[in-house]
């Protein structure tokens, strides 16, 4: 796996998609760069598809990075969420499963259909990056 990742990211600078300052935010080049976990994150994802694996989870890598500059994701703070989703509660992270890790709750019965569905993705965005930051990359929180 270490040879992949390096791998990965010469062809990610050497390739025409290289990374430019402007489309990608330099937390986010700096955990491609520096966290081997983030980055086997995307050959995970892709190791059951066919062809270059490298070349397709550098290409899902820069996509990533342009969209979370495009939503500003990793800047989300939560005075910036609705305060009616916050209070009322339709999401939000609270105790753990049997495995340790941390749940995030959707509560359905509470939650509006059609009312500001761009707000209900930001919330939902702030709780996963969150999440990531309050129990990091390497513990891996989510389960499928």
């Known amino acids: 796996m270490r040879f992949q990742l390096v791998v990965l990211r010469a062809d990610w600078f050497l390739n025409s998609s290289r990374p430019l300052p402007d489309q990608h935010d330099p937390v986010d080049l700096k955990r491609v760069l520096g966290e081997d976990e983030y980055v086997a994150r995307f050959f995970r994802h892709v190791q059951e598809k066919g062809g270059d694996q490298v070349e397709i989870a550098s290409k899902m ?10 939503t500003g994701i990793g800047h989300i703070a939560e005075g ?44 939902f965005m702030y709780y996963i990056e969150r999440l990531e930051r309050y129990v990091g990359v390497k513990s891996h929180w989510w389960s499928f």
Request: glycine share 8%; with cysteine.
């Open 61 to 70: 890598i820069i996509g990533t990075l342009k969209w979370r500059k495009e």
């Open 80 to 123: 910036e969420l609705d305060p009616d989703l916050r209070d009322r509660c339709v999401l939000y992270s609270h105790g753990r499963d049997v495995d340790g890790k941390k749940l995030l709750i959707f509560n359905v019965s509470r939650h509006s259909k059609g009312k500001n569905p761009e707000e209900n993705k930001k919330m």
